[in-house]
């Protein structure tokens, strides 16, 4: 899809062009500007030569019967990147975008970490992954749409802020898709500049804190990022943008056995948790390769010592293999 021409296409038409194309792509989302009928032909032909709407993907058939299905999107210069839509219980539905092409933090439990850095996306990038989904949903004919986004796909969003903030907003305009902000969560590694940037937005997205260790020592054997950003630094980064939102914050914790499953690192992870507004998500892994999964027992355990030491937790059962530790696997299969 290439929308970069599409304004500069419009120009030289009347505005309430704007209104009927805003529509037909961002709310009725075509695929093909042949089903724009109230649009001249004319216009439907160049727009269709100069600003093709077609989205290059393909979705992984071994989730496409699951709860949560993954779709490997080419881009225009032959990168791909992964984006999954979550279905919940409830007829919502979630889509985990990527924000870059691979990423440069490199965490050892994670298959896109392998790949290392090819690009950032741009911001329509972004959005495309959105709107793959939106198309998807309409064509079931259910009645269903994209509710909620999160930024926790391949890339650190905040290692592309500029780009990840245009696409928050453009999804939040009441004249494209009208997503609201308190339904789009961003997570990083810790990148302190971001988590600052983003307390400077108006916009309320959510923040979450990729922590998966209750110390540094462990923090930078699994993630090289945490030589860079200590717990120290990202807690005291955290506060600050608590006090000025006064927002929840999560902090996930990849849940991977022998690793940061014992009691003692939950013991450990109270004492770093025992504050207002924070929030501990609990993800079961998939493994990749270095790491292997704790199994349910123990998360519950795990999930009990924070309970019981007042530390406000959750554990997500229904689709975090997917969306996180997983994310990278279907293009690494496929390259
Ligand atoms: S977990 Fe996130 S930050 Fe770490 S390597 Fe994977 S994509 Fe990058």
Known sequence: MNLSKLSSLLQAEPKYRFVQVNKAVWQDFISSWQEVSSLPKNLREKLDAECPLAITAEIDKNTSKNKSV???????????????????????????????????????????????????????????????????????????????????????????YNEFIKAAKFLNNPETLNIGARRMSVSTAGITEGIKKLAGEKMQINLAISLHASNDNLRRDIMPIAQKYNLHEIFKT???????????????YLMMKDVNDSDKDALELVKLMKKPL????LIPYNPTGRFRASNRERIEKFKKILEENGVAVTVRLSFGADISAACGQLRGRKK
Do not use: H
């Not at 970490?113 to 709107?131: D, M, P, S």
């Not at 955290?238 to 996930?252: A, S």
């Not at 924070?278 to 998500?281: I, L, R």
């Open 70 to 160: 993954k779709a490997l999107i080419t881009l225009a210069d032959g990168e791909s990147i992964e984006t999954v839509l979550i279905r919940q219980k409830d007829k919502r539905n979630t889509v985990c975008v990527s924000s870059q092409v691979g990423c440069a933090l490199a965490c050892e439990f994670c298959a896109t970490g392998t790949f290392g850095f090819r690009r950032n996306l741009k911001a329509e990038e972004i959005v495309e992954q959105v709107i793959f989904w939106s198309r998807y949903l309409k064509a079931e004919k259910k009645n269903e749409k994209v509710d909620n986004i999160v930024f926790m796909g391949m890339g650190e969003p905040f290692l592309n």
């Open 278 to 281: 924070y929030m501990v998500n």
């Open 238 to 252: 955290v506060d600050n943008y608590i006090t000025k939102t006064g927002r929840r914050v999560m902090f996930e």
